[in-house]
């Protein structure tokens, strides 16, 4: 205990993921709260960060388990069993089974067993880590393949899932998907008068919008987004406001323009 107290200065996280990297090692056996030695360990090797005891437990995982894990990273901190499931290819049967095995390697925790089952990252910076350890352009395809995965496997849950497909889409560089979810997740949320958040969603499509050559079905996508942006600052600071009288003024122009066409 001292050990690992003066080589991790005492950090919570920095202690619990130095145990589970020694439990890993099999020196250390038994269950949380009740480890107990396999020997006596005179000195300890620890890497100098909190990410790269996360990242060398990573690398000692089996392959098929990193390989989920991984997976596990690109759906989000929030894991649902259905979404993993979809992702991995498997059934909900080996889906549960691999997510509790990471559960027991100290990776994730289950947050929600019923009607389905859904596990949280134990922190954050696990989840950083473990998506960070995935190349660059596999993740862009991983994010493309969830995408593509749920519009033709599940598309039933498109609606409840659309905020997350927008981020998916963002990050796989589905630039005309990512405009639509962003448009849906912006009407989700102004039906739940959620306005800042609608506007936010809002402003991330028309930042997506803005890179895109103009042509009338351009122009179509961003009156839908200002006609929304309307109503959400109206609804936020009441119809004085100078972004409501901004918001239709771009409607109008772009109603102009689509009837010149």
């Keep these: 205990d001292q050990l690992i107290a003066e080589r991790t200065d005492g950090v919570t996280l920095f202690i619990e993921e130095t145990v589970q990297a020694i439990v890993q090692s099999q020196a250390l056996e038994g269950t949380p709260g009740a480890y107990r030695s396999t020997a006596e360990i005179r000195t300890l090797r620890v890497p100098p960060t909190i990410q790269s005891v996360i990242a ?132 989700r949320a102004l039906q739940r008068s959620s306005h800042n958040l609608a506007l936010w969603f809002a402003d991330q499509g028309l930042g997506i919008l803005a890179k895109r050559a103009k042509s009338p079905e351009r122009d179509r996508v961003e009156l839908e987004y200002q006609k929304l942006k309307g109503v959400a600052w109206m609804a936020a600071k009441g119809w004085g406001a100078s972004e409501v009288s901004a918001a239709y003024e771009r409607a109008e122009a772009l109603c102009e323009e689509l009837r010149d066409e």
Excluded: C
């Design 56 to 187: 060398a437990r990573i690398d000692r995982l089996s392959k098929e388990e990193r390989w989920l894990l991984q997976n596990a990273a690109i759906v989000g901190r929030e894991v649902s069993l259905t979404i993993m499931a979809l992702v991995a290819g498997l059934d909900d049967a080996a889906t549960a089974e691999g997510l509790n095995k990471l559960q027991d390697a100290g990776f994730l925790y289950e947050v929600q067993l019923v009607p389905s089952q859904v596990f949280l990252f134990k922190h954050a910076l696990v989840h950083k880590v473990a998506y960070e350890s995935i190349v660059s352009a596999d993740r862009r395809l991983l994010h493309a393949r969830l995408v593509e995965t749920v519009e033709k496997q599940s598309p039933h849950i498109i609606d409840d899932y659309v905020e997350k497909l927008s981020e998916h889409a963002v990050n796989a560089e589905l630039w005309e998907k990512a405009e639509q979810y962003l448009l849906r997740s912006a009407v």
